[in-house]
């Protein structure tokens, strides 16, 4: 039996309205989300779904209009929750940078913020790649320099908790490839991760869990096969062999009885690939077996394509 504390990140019921006098808009929308510790859990949804206000409202920086929030167990409106604070990291979506310091000043700056230890500052810096740069003013960094020295301040203090708002905006593939195996160390330490990102394929891969946020309320969640079987999206067989023997197969599948197969393509005269809904696969595997193919691949579809069956549905 798992209890409230097990959880790094527990939302019971929260609402999130904004603009209570003028046109009232309800951000988030009766939010029921649990994070176990030491997972790595994806965020994802449409621009204004209403994620970066999710971490906003578990960092305690502004209040729901309804709803419990419980982060390792400590209530977020709760007297405990200052201290407890220190223990949650945060990249936020756009980070303010002061122009004029250096990247080592700026980290300093904030680990005094955050009451974190000064010499925590420059080997962090090394950590996201930053040691060369460390001592040039935050003006003359790129983008994705910028996007790092966010991630090494969210890392300041150890945090048992990181919240990351879209923090592979600005980086190239070799920096998203660094960043995410510095994301499994940290995961294998016990520090639980939340990311919200819209690259969902570096999501896919990666995420022990994800939840899909859709006009402010959450429209899935699960690990990434779960949300697969629940968007009911069709598999892909991709089966190679002798160009006729799979054109008669292409015309004697189409004619299938048990209407296993959804359409097949013949991509190239040794390719066929077809389309069937997951409950068929076994039956079509049936029908394939006696077709004396040379190979054969089943694709999964991707996580944008479960992204898109769901929010059709929805
Ligand atoms: P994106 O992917 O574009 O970053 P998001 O999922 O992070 O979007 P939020 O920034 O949480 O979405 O916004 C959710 C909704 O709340 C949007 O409709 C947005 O306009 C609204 N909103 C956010 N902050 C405020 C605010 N301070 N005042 C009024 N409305 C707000």
């Given at each position: 039996m798992t209890s409230i504390s097990d959880d790094a990140l527990n939302l019971s019921g929260v609402s999130k309205q904004y603009g209570k006098r003028g046109q009232p808009l309800l951000a988030l929308d009766r939010i029921d989300l649990k994070v176990p510790r030491g997972q790595l859990f994806g965020l994802i949804g449409h621009n204004g779904a209403g994620k970066s206000t999710l971490f906003k409202l578990v960092l305690g920086l502004i209040t729901p209009s309804q709803g419990h929030i419980r982060v390792n167990g400590i209530a977020v409106d709760g007297p405990d929750f200052r201290n407890a604070r220190r223990a949650i990291g945060y990249l936020p979506e756009n980070l303010v940078l002061y122009?004029?310091?250096?990247g080592l000043e700026t980290l300093e700056f904030f680990a005094q913020l955050k009451g974190a230890p000064k010499n925590q500052c420059a080997p962090l810096l090394a950590q996201v790649g930053l040691e060369a740069a460390a001592g040039r003013a935050v003006r003359e960094y790129s983008k994705g320099m910028r996007q790092r020295l966010g991630f090494a301040q969210a890392l300041l203090g150890s945090p048992q908790l990181l919240l990351l708002d879209e923090?592979?905006?600005?980086?190239d593939p070799s920096a998203i490839r660094d960043f995410y195996d510095q994301l499994e160390s940290l995961r294998a330490q016990g520090v639980t991760i939340v990311i919200s990102s819209h690259v969902l394929a570096e999501l896919q891969q990666r995420v022990d869990a994800l939840a899909m946020l859709g006009n402010g309320r959450i429209q899935a969640q699960g690990t990434v096969a779960a949300l697969r079987e629940h968007s009911r999206m069709p598999i892909r067989l991709c089966v190679t062999g002798d160009a006729t023997r799979l054109t008669e197969l292409a015309t004697a599948l189409q004619r299938d009885a048990n209407h296993a197969v959804l359409s097949t393509h013949q991509a190239s005269p040794d390719t066929l690939e077809v389309r069937c809904a997951r409950e068929h696969k076994m039956a079509l595997l049936g029908l394939l077996a006696p077709a004396g193919l040379h190979d054969l691949q089943i694709l999964e579809p991707s996580l944008e394509d479960v992204y898109f069956g769901l929010r059709e549905e929805v």
């Open positions: 122009d004029n310091l250096s923090p592979t905006t600005g980086l």
